[in-house]
Protein backbone atom coordinates (compact mmCIF):
# COMPACT_ATOMS: atom_id res chain seq x y z
CA UNK A 1 0.00 0.00 0.00
CA UNK A 2 1.58 3.37 -0.63
CA UNK A 3 1.91 6.22 1.88
CA UNK A 4 -0.93 8.37 -0.07
CA UNK A 5 -3.69 5.48 1.10
CA UNK A 6 -2.10 4.85 4.54
CA UNK A 7 -2.78 8.59 4.52
CA UNK A 8 -6.23 8.44 3.49
CA UNK A 9 -7.09 5.68 5.98
CA UNK A 10 -6.27 8.21 8.48
CA UNK A 11 -8.91 10.36 8.20
CA UNK A 12 -11.62 7.74 7.66
CA UNK A 13 -15.08 8.14 5.20
CA UNK A 14 -17.93 9.41 6.80
CA UNK A 15 -21.78 8.22 6.21
CA UNK A 16 -23.38 11.21 6.30
CA UNK A 17 -22.13 14.59 6.20
CA UNK A 18 -19.96 17.55 5.03
CA UNK A 19 -16.37 17.51 4.31
CA UNK A 20 -14.01 20.71 3.81
CA UNK A 21 -10.99 19.48 1.59
CA UNK A 22 -8.00 21.17 0.70
CA UNK A 23 -8.19 23.97 3.38
CA UNK A 24 -5.36 25.40 3.58
CA UNK A 25 -2.18 23.58 5.88
CA UNK A 26 -2.93 25.60 9.36
CA UNK A 27 -5.93 26.48 8.96
CA UNK A 28 -8.56 23.80 10.40
CA UNK A 29 -9.40 25.26 13.41
CA UNK A 30 -10.47 28.64 11.78
CA UNK A 31 -12.80 26.75 10.08
CA UNK A 32 -14.22 25.27 12.64
CA UNK A 33 -14.02 28.80 14.33
CA UNK A 34 -16.17 30.66 11.43
CA UNK A 35 -18.30 27.86 11.23
CA UNK A 36 -19.02 28.23 15.27
CA UNK A 37 -18.29 24.65 15.47
CA UNK A 38 -16.68 24.16 18.86
CA UNK A 39 -17.30 20.74 19.45
CA UNK A 40 -19.79 21.91 22.79
CA UNK A 41 -22.47 19.55 21.44
CA UNK A 42 -23.18 16.26 20.03
CA UNK A 43 -21.52 16.70 16.23
CA UNK A 44 -18.88 14.31 15.37
CA UNK A 45 -16.04 16.05 14.16
CA UNK A 46 -12.85 14.60 12.31
CA UNK A 47 -10.43 17.40 11.51
CA UNK A 48 -6.75 16.62 9.77
CA UNK A 49 -4.30 19.43 10.21
CA UNK A 50 -1.12 19.03 7.83
CA UNK A 51 -1.64 15.90 6.15
CA UNK A 52 -0.40 14.84 2.55
CA UNK A 53 -2.01 16.11 -0.83
CA UNK A 54 -1.84 14.80 -4.23
CA UNK A 55 0.51 17.73 -5.10
CA UNK A 56 3.79 17.26 -3.07
CA UNK A 57 1.82 19.48 -0.25
CA UNK A 58 -0.14 19.63 2.92
CA UNK A 59 -3.59 20.39 3.28
CA UNK A 60 -5.91 20.54 6.10
CA UNK A 61 -9.23 18.61 6.47
CA UNK A 62 -12.31 19.16 8.25
CA UNK A 63 -15.28 16.72 8.29
CA UNK A 64 -18.14 17.21 10.09
CA UNK A 65 -20.75 14.05 10.68
CA UNK A 66 -24.59 14.10 10.16
CA UNK A 67 -24.84 17.86 8.89
CA UNK A 68 -24.96 19.38 5.33
CA UNK A 69 -23.51 22.79 5.52
CA UNK A 70 -25.34 25.37 3.75
CA UNK A 71 -24.53 27.62 0.78
CA UNK A 72 -24.70 30.32 2.88
CA UNK A 73 -22.50 28.59 5.40
CA UNK A 74 -20.30 27.54 3.03
CA UNK A 75 -19.87 31.08 1.42
CA UNK A 76 -18.54 32.74 4.81
CA UNK A 77 -15.32 30.34 4.21
CA UNK A 78 -14.32 32.32 1.36
CA UNK A 79 -13.07 34.45 4.05
CA UNK A 80 -10.16 32.20 4.61
CA UNK A 81 -10.33 28.94 2.72
CA UNK A 82 -11.36 30.42 -0.94
CA UNK A 83 -10.25 27.05 -2.34
CA UNK A 84 -12.01 24.71 -0.34
CA UNK A 85 -14.42 22.37 -1.64
CA UNK A 86 -17.32 21.50 -0.22
CA UNK A 87 -18.29 17.88 -0.43
CA UNK A 88 -21.63 16.69 1.01
CA UNK A 89 -21.37 12.78 1.40
CA UNK A 90 -24.72 10.70 1.51
CA UNK A 91 -24.73 7.12 1.96
CA UNK A 92 -20.92 6.75 1.71
CA UNK A 93 -20.94 8.57 -1.87
CA UNK A 94 -20.05 11.97 -2.31
CA UNK A 95 -23.19 13.24 -3.27
CA UNK A 96 -22.39 17.19 -4.22
CA UNK A 97 -19.29 19.03 -5.05
CA UNK A 98 -19.58 22.61 -4.08
CA UNK A 99 -17.02 25.35 -4.46
CA UNK A 100 -17.11 28.58 -2.18
CA UNK A 101 -18.52 31.71 -3.47
CA UNK A 102 -17.21 35.33 -2.37
CA UNK A 103 -20.64 36.94 -0.99
CA UNK A 104 -21.15 40.25 -0.32
CA UNK A 105 -22.19 40.25 2.96
CA UNK A 106 -20.99 38.77 6.19
CA UNK A 107 -23.13 39.38 9.63
CA UNK A 108 -22.64 38.31 12.76
CA UNK A 109 -19.15 36.28 11.67
CA UNK A 110 -16.12 38.87 12.29
CA UNK A 111 -15.75 41.50 14.74
CA UNK A 112 -14.76 44.92 14.49
CA UNK A 113 -11.44 45.68 15.51
CA UNK A 114 -11.70 49.40 15.96
CA UNK A 115 -12.21 50.28 19.44
CA UNK A 116 -14.46 53.22 19.08
CA UNK A 117 -17.11 51.18 16.93
CA UNK A 118 -20.51 50.95 18.41
CA UNK A 119 -20.56 47.17 17.59
CA UNK A 120 -17.41 47.06 19.67
CA UNK A 121 -19.18 48.63 23.14
CA UNK A 122 -21.54 46.18 23.78
CA UNK A 123 -24.43 47.68 21.94
CA UNK A 124 -27.10 45.15 20.49
CA UNK A 125 -25.98 45.49 16.75
CA UNK A 126 -25.15 42.39 14.74
CA UNK A 127 -21.52 43.24 13.02
CA UNK A 128 -21.48 43.55 9.70
CA UNK A 129 -18.96 43.52 6.51
CA UNK A 130 -18.97 44.39 3.14
CA UNK A 131 -16.78 41.63 1.34
CA UNK A 132 -13.97 43.94 -0.87
CA UNK A 133 -11.83 42.39 -3.65
CA UNK A 134 -9.08 41.88 -0.98
CA UNK A 135 -10.21 42.87 2.57
CA UNK A 136 -13.69 43.57 4.35
CA UNK A 137 -15.06 46.93 5.69
CA UNK A 138 -16.87 47.67 8.45
CA UNK A 139 -21.02 48.59 7.90
CA UNK A 140 -20.58 50.62 11.25
CA UNK A 141 -17.12 52.45 11.31
CA UNK A 142 -16.44 51.89 7.61
CA UNK A 143 -12.58 50.87 8.62
CA UNK A 144 -10.86 48.57 6.47
CA UNK A 145 -9.37 45.43 7.26
CA UNK A 146 -7.19 43.49 4.68
CA UNK A 147 -4.76 41.71 6.89
CA UNK A 148 -5.24 38.36 9.16
CA UNK A 149 -9.01 38.13 8.75
CA UNK A 150 -9.01 34.88 10.84
CA UNK A 151 -8.38 37.09 13.48
CA UNK A 152 -11.34 38.91 13.43
CA UNK A 153 -13.43 35.87 13.76
CA UNK A 154 -15.85 35.98 16.76
CA UNK A 155 -14.79 33.68 18.85
CA UNK A 156 -18.18 34.02 20.99
N1 LIG B 1 -14.86 11.57 1.71
C1 LIG B 1 -15.19 11.16 3.00
N2 LIG B 1 -16.20 10.25 3.20
C2 LIG B 1 -16.87 9.73 2.15
C3 LIG B 1 -16.56 10.13 0.84
C4 LIG B 1 -15.53 11.06 0.64
O1 LIG B 1 -14.59 11.62 3.97
N3 LIG B 1 -17.83 8.83 2.40
C5 LIG B 1 -13.80 12.55 1.52
C6 LIG B 1 -12.60 12.00 0.77
O2 LIG B 1 -11.68 11.40 1.65
C7 LIG B 1 -12.01 13.26 0.15
C8 LIG B 1 -13.25 14.15 -0.07
O3 LIG B 1 -14.28 13.61 0.73
O4 LIG B 1 -11.14 13.91 1.06
C9 LIG B 1 -13.68 14.19 -1.51
O5 LIG B 1 -13.92 12.89 -1.96
P1 LIG B 1 -13.72 12.51 -3.48
O6 LIG B 1 -14.48 13.46 -4.34
O7 LIG B 1 -14.04 11.06 -3.62
O8 LIG B 1 -12.15 12.69 -3.61
P2 LIG B 1 -11.33 13.42 -4.77
O9 LIG B 1 -11.82 12.99 -6.09
O10 LIG B 1 -9.89 13.20 -4.44
O11 LIG B 1 -11.72 14.91 -4.51
P3 LIG B 1 -11.04 16.20 -5.16
O12 LIG B 1 -11.03 16.01 -6.64
O13 LIG B 1 -11.96 17.34 -4.72
O14 LIG B 1 -9.69 16.33 -4.55
ZN1 LIG C 1 -16.45 48.82 12.95
Redesign the pocket.
Known sequence: MTMSNDEHLRVSKIKDGTVIDHIRAGQALKVLGILGIDGANDEQITVGMNVSSDRHSRKDIVKIEGRELSQEEVDVLSLIAPNATINIVRNYEVAEKRRVDRPDVVEGVLS?P?PN????NNEPVTSKFDVLEDGTR?R????IISDDIPSLIDPE
Open positions: CNCITACYCEQ
